[in-house]
């Protein structure tokens, strides 16, 4: 049976055909991104910590898509339910919060923040994340 799910079908397809690209089908932009990304990010199975990155760095919608590809719709829904932070705008921390940072040195020090906010979730508060911020 095909996916109901119009992108998931048609990142399955993009997964069996590489070769093929979808913006021949007259396909919006935002799908054959998706489904392009979904299809080369596929796992056949994924852990809580790869779907977060996953959301974290690709989005909500490629995430969906490689979790039903691989069967595991439900683990989207978790980590939406559960509120940990999987994006810049959830960490506990922001730019301004590091001002001996300049530049391109704040993001790529937000950037690590959320990869270690991704494996430790409770340590997402601002307290936590400046007293660890030498060591990242």
Known sequence: DLPKDRLVRWAGFKLLTPQLELSSFRLDKK??????????????????????????????????????????????REIAESGDCVSLGQLAIKGDMLPHLKGDQIGAALYRFLDYVLEHPEENTAEKLLSIAKTI
Do not use: F, H, N, P
Request: aromatic share 6%; charged share 15%.
């Open 31 to 76: 799908t054959v991104r998706i489904c392009t990304l979904a299809a080369g990010l596929y796992a056949q199975e994924l852990s809580a910590l790869q779907c977060k990155r996953l959301i974290a760095y690709a989005g909500w919608d490629v995430a969906r898509c490689v979790a039903a590809m691989s069967g595991q719709e439900g683990l989207v």
